[in-house]
């Protein structure tokens, strides 16, 4: 089976590699069969092997973590069309003959002076010389600008304008082949390209000269190359460029073969009244597929927040639950500690759910006062109560169609609880100072770090709404019980907060590593995060080391580390500080605390961290 990696972006951009073998390997080591120059990418940072008709990627240990569709990964089955990110490098894997990634890839080439063509610069010419010339040709002339106008300016898709442009160039003038050049800077290697070909009419890879791209974007007018007399190379080259109102964006590229062709000067008037009028086009046409292209990223960025990071056992189980689920329209209570993740997992079920489209609404019972939770859920009519200066919709009303998640439920009061039971039970709620009753169609997901069933016996919470909202029930795992999570977890987070604060992440090194694999993390994923948001922001390197990671993970001490004695130094003096107070206050934790200048709750985590709990005799 045809399988290919190709690079789209970084270092080896342009690369395009088979695989030949049954292990293909990614690296910065020459030996790899791609090598990537990249600080941030490992020697051996990937392999990928065919077996069974099927591609597997496996992470080979490295520094700065896997990326498959954005996500980390350890182990992935690959499809066509995945990306693949390590460092600052980006791949795509392709399966099969489709080769439209590559398929329009054009390269700079750089002559030796030698070699050079003797190039000119042309101008527009003055009307009165052009008429003098060939009436019929400038009628000709008109009518394809006209048609080129009229083309343009009706398609939104750049691809499909700049491939619509060039074939009506060359109507007109004969050039072999062409090609629509977006670059940054004059300096810069093409950002993106269309090129056509008179003989196959595809847009085959073409290689064009720089010193010709440069000179035009640099004058802003056109460059006619014609072969000299001792050129061993019959080329001649049109080149203008596409000035548009706020920059230049690129050039047209022409190129005529054979000694017996050249482009003439109405061949460069006309392509110069071309370029000022697609320019203008393509320029609206780009900042429009910004602007979709940000809509994407951003959309994947929310799609990011529903996607689950973890491949334990655990993990595996709940997104095993969420697949069953999700097409479902039953109520699901999701438990776990604070910092699990809980919303992670109704986000995940309700962007894999029927209900996709429509909205995910989420509302924190704990977070909001009981006198505005009954507005916030159901919501008012205008003058329902002092402040009410104009109808609102509740959450409930908000959610129509979809999904309904209320965290914290256990902390819903008691006269909230029998409203909410109504709802579920009647599908119809009425807002605050409302008597017209609203259906109610969204589906219902809530959450808790509450013992419900406790609740239940001390009358805090009502039985027949558990039961209501007890249809499926989840538990997240906390993250001490998934530790091969973490890494994970840790180079996602990082690699996260790198982007946002603009700096390099080569990895963790294997004595921060080994902190996050001791620590106990009781606030979870959440506290995990915070972790390495701390690390990015105070660190002082592109790898993070123990130094830049909270002070409560330094004082935690791994089983075996090498490395690191002065910290092994600094968790020795706090036990013997510890011990010594508490001795002293003859056991009392409280005394201890004080006598230290600590929170008696941060002194229990102290010897909690430290594991000390044995050596200390307290009350």
């Not at 996500?71 to 600052?88: E, F, S």
């Not at 001390?458 to 538990?475: A, H, K, M």
């Not at 700096?503 to 294997?510: A, C, D, E, N, Y």
Request: with cysteine.
């Amino acid at each position: 089976m045809d399988s290919r990696v190709v690079v789209v972006s970084g270092s080896a951009k342009g690369i395009v590699v088979r695989l030949t073998g049954s292990q293909f390997f990614v690296g910065r080591d020459s030996s790899n069969q791609l090598c990537l120059q990249d600080r941030a990418v490992s020697r051996k940072h990937f392999t990928i092997s065919e077996t069974d008709a099927a591609f597997h990627l496996v992470d080979l240990d490295s520094r700065n973590g896997t990326f498959v569709n954005g996500i980390p990964v350890r182990r992935k089955l690959l499809g066509h069309g995945d990306t693949i990110r390590v460092g600052h490098c980006e791949l795509v894997f392709l399966i099969g003959e489709d080769d439209s990634p590559i398929a329009r890839m054009v390269q700079f080439r750089d002559e030796p002076p030698g070699d050079l063509l003797t190039t000119t610069s042309a101008n527009l010419l003055p009307t009165d010389l052009y008429l003098g010339t060939n009436v019929g040709r400038m009628a000709r002339d008109l009518n394809a600008l006209f048609k080129i106008t009229s083309i343009i300016n009706s398609i939104r898709d750049v691809e499909a304008l700049q491939q619509r442009l060039l074939e009506l160039i060359c109507e007109v003038v004969p050039a072999d082949s062409a090609v629509v050049v977006i670059t940054r800077q004059a300096d810069d290697d093409p950002i993106s390209s269309c090129t056509w070909s008179r003989k196959t009419g595809d847009s085959p890879p073409l290689q064009i000269r720089r010193e010709i791209v440069q000179r035009a974007l640099w004058e802003r007018s056109a460059i006619v190359s014609r072969p000299s007399v001792q050129s061993r190379n019959a080329e001649s080259v049109l080149c203008v460029p596409l000035t548009a109102v706020e920059s230049t964006l690129g050039v047209l590229y022409l190129i005529a073969h054979g000694g017996g062709k050249r482009f003439e000067e109405d061949h460069v008037n006309f392509l110069t009244s071309v370029a000022g009028i697609a320019a203008v086009t393509l320029e609206n046409v780009l900042a429009l597929e910004s602007l979709r292209s940000e809509n994407r990223r951003l959309q994947t960025e929310l799609d990011l927040d529903g996607v689950i990071v973890g491949e334990s056992d655990s993990m595996r189980k709940v997104q095993e639950f969420i697949a069953r689920v999700a097409g479902g329209d039953s109520a699901i209570l999701i438990r776990g500690e604070s910092g699990t993740g809980k919303e992670l997992v109704a986000r995940a079920i309700h962007h894999n759910s029927p209900r996709a489209g429509k909205p995910f609404v989420a509302i924190n019972c704990a977070a909001i006062p009981e006198a505005l939770l009954e507005s916030e859920l159901f919501g008012h009519e205008k003058g329902a109560f002092t402040g009410a200066i104009a109808t609102k919709k509740g959450k409930l009303e908000v959610a129509e169609g979809g999904t309904v998640f209320l965290d914290e439920i256990g902390e819903l009061p008691p006269p909230l609880q029998a409203k909410l039971l109504r709802v579920l039970q009647q599908r119809e709620f009425e807002r605050v100072g409302s008597t017209r009753s609203l259906k109610f169609d969204a589906r219902v997901l809530t959450a808790t770090n509450k013992d419900l069933e406790k609740a239940i016996k001390e009358r805090e919470f009502r039985q027949d709404l558990y039961y209501r909202l007890n249809v499926v029930s989840l538990v997240v795992p906390p993250l001490r019980e998934r530790p091969d999570d973490i890494p994970l977890l840790a180079i996602y987070f990082a690699a996260k907060y790198a982007e946002k604060c603009k700096r390099p992440l080569k990895g963790i090194s294997p004595e921060a590593r080994a902190l996050l694999m001791a620590y106990s993390w009781p606030g979870n994923v959440r506290e995990l995060e915070n972790a390495m948001e701390h690390a990015m922001v105070l660190g002082l390197t592109d790898e993070i080391l123990p130094d830049d990671l909270p002070a409560a993970l330094l004082e935690v001490q791994p089983a075996e580390r090498s490395g690191v004695k002065y910290y092994d130094r600094i968790n020795h003096l706090k036990k013997q500080l510890i011990a010594d107070a508490v001795a002293q206050t003859k056991g009392n934790y409280t005394g201890a605390a004080k006598l230290l200048g600590l929170h008696p709750n941060y002194l229990h985590r102290l010897i909690r961290n430290l594991d000390i709990k044995g050596e200390v005799q307290g009350e």
